[in-house]
């Protein structure tokens, strides 16, 4: 039986690790990132995949960095002949990638070479994607560079968000895998290289990628706020300030009229100009210090004419 090392941290990873578990893989550890304050509260919380490994009584190992001598050494006491990873968020050292008799892969949610790093699910929903899929490949020194060892693809839906394509990505990153690791096992997958040429990258969102522009058009807008729900979450500022943005809809209008302005209020939403003469409909926000809500609780108690003209993300777009 093939020895496995599992290495893998959020919630995306804990279906592919249940997959191995399922089609009875020996898997002799599970690494994952270590345990972290999480919430208002900060309260220490394991990650999903160490949850995950201990109901099976798998051991867990959880250093900050595999690169760590300690770390590396503890690993290849494991003896893997596999290591699969799944959003693990490093790039493994060489002694590594070497050791294992059949190599080490990845299960990334992108249908490389598009979308490298660590982000590409958001990346798929900002630039408007229509499709996106899974692809698992070998692993090397560089950023998701290494050979392909298969891919599968999904359509992305007009109301997809990163929370729903995250999760159809993660079932079907588990489906592949299992369709795939018996072929790898017994040598009947060719892998192929990448058009290095081709690829784009994903990295990490930054905050200042998380602001609204309302010059912008109406479509790269939508996608703007699906692309960052339900994290890290669109924002804009109204009356000087934030209002992270958790759902909009996008509406015509009949002439161009000034970008960020509030045109029209009704019983469910705020309507907004955009750079084009299509509007933004909000129906779901966030006013600083409250709670996610819907646009219509937003505006009980309140005067809808007062919000008519306000200019949305001003200036003053500091937290």
């Not at 560089?142 to 929370?163: F, M, N, R, Y």
């Not at 109406?218 to 943005?245: C, D, F, Q």
């Amino acid at each position: 039986m093939t020895k496995i090392v599992f290495m893998g941290t959020p919630d995306f990873a804990v279906p592919i690790l249940r997959r191995l578990i399922e089609d009875d893989y020996e898997i002799v550890g599970v690494v994952t990132q270590p345990d972290r304050p999480v919430g208002r509260k900060k309260k220490i919380t394991p990650p999903p995949v160490k949850v995950e490994a201990e109901k099976h009584g798998i051991p867990v190992f959880q250093p900050e960095k595999v690169r760590e001598e300690t770390a590396l050494q503890k690993i290849l006491a494991l003896q893997p002949e596999l290591i699969v990873t799944a959003a693990f968020g490093q790039i493994l050292p060489k002694p590594l990638l070497e050791y294992p008799k059949h190599g080490c892969i990845n299960v990334h949610a992108s249908l490389l070479p598009e979308l490298r790093g660590g982000a590409p699910i958001h990346y798929a929903l900002l630039q408007g994607k229509a499709k996106t899929g899974i692809t698992i490949m070998y692993m090397e020194e560089k950023l998701d560079a290494g050979d392909i060892l298969s891919q599968a693809s999904i359509p992305i839906d007009e109301k997809d968000t990163v929370g729903t394509l995250h999760d159809k990505l993660s079932v079907l990153g588990a489906q592949l895998l299992g369709e795939t690791l018996p072929k790898l096992l017994t040598g009947k997958i060719q892998p192929t290289p990448q058009d290095h040429e081709k690829a784009t990258f994903a990295y990490n969102i930054k905050r200042e990628q998380e602001k609204i522009h309302w010059d912008d058009t109406g479509e790269n807008i939508y996608n703007h706020i699906r692309g960052l729900n339900p994290w890290p979450v669109a924002y804009t500022t109204m009356k000087g300030k934030i209002v992270k943005i958790w759902w909009g809809e996008k509406v015509p209008l009949e002439e161009q009229r000034q970008p960020g302005k509030i045109i029209a209020v009704d019983h469910d939403g705020l309507i907004v100009a955009t750079g084009n003469r299509t509007g933004i409909k909000i129906t779901e926000l966030q006013p600083a210090g409250k709670k996610r809500m819907k646009a219509t609780d937003f505006l009980r108690g309140h005067d809808q004419a007062e919000y008519i003209d306000v200019i949305l993300g001003g200036n003053n777009d500091e937290k």
